[in-house]
């Protein structure tokens, strides 16, 4: 379990509008995600905000380094995951309002006085993961014919994958339509 839980009793002492500033390089997992393989730190700038019933978490110019599958070739690749910006409140009590769901809700722990990231911080990860993982723009990936992979080895199927591609063209009149 990563480490990123923050004692904010000091600031919950100090006036409305008080700071206090964290630079975090943590080695991170959440092992209830087994999807999530990280390399390296998650390093980031971290900025606590007292606010009237809350402490506000606002993470800024975070960055951490994700073990993918290439969609095209299932190849292992290594790409950075970067959250500029993403923000959170922790109540120490239940707000007044009603309008939010409470799964979005986020407490303050009373009796430590400390506040929990690791939720915030493995959702805005996942946030930020590419639709379609691919270890280049110029993957070509593996033939759907014979499996091969195509970066490596130019395969006989080529002329029947392009015969394939041209006779199911199922736009090709919507042109004429218009």
């Not at 402490?55 to 995951?81: G, M, R």
Request: with cysteine; charged share 35%.
């Amino acid at each position: 379990m990563s480490q990123l839980i923050y004692k904010i009793a000091k600031l919950w002492g100090k006036p409305e509008g008080s700071t206090e500033k964290y630079d975090i390089d943590e080695k991170i997992q959440f092992p209830e995600d087994k999807d999530l393989d990280f390399t390296g730190n998650f390093r980031g700038d971290l900025m606590f905000i007292r606010l009237k019933d809350e402490i506000s978490a606002l993470l800024s110019n975070a960055e951490v380094d994700v073990h993918f599958t290439c969609t095209h070739c299932l190849k292992k690749f290594t790409q950075p995951i970067e959250i500029k910006t993403a923000e959170r409140e922790f109540f120490l009590d239940e707000p007044e309002f009603d309008s939010q769901d409470l799964d979005d809700l986020f407490y303050i722990d009373r009796k430590p006085m400390t506040v929990d990231l690791n939720e915030m911080v493995r959702q805005e990860i996942i946030l930020h993961f590419p639709l379609i993982p691919v270890c280049s723009k110029s993957c070509k990936g593996l033939c759907p014919v014979c499996g091969k992979d195509r970066n490596k080895v130019k395969c006989k199927c080529k002329v029947l994958v392009e015969e394939t591609l041209n006779t199911h063209q199922p736009f090709k009149n919507l042109k004429k339509l218009l």
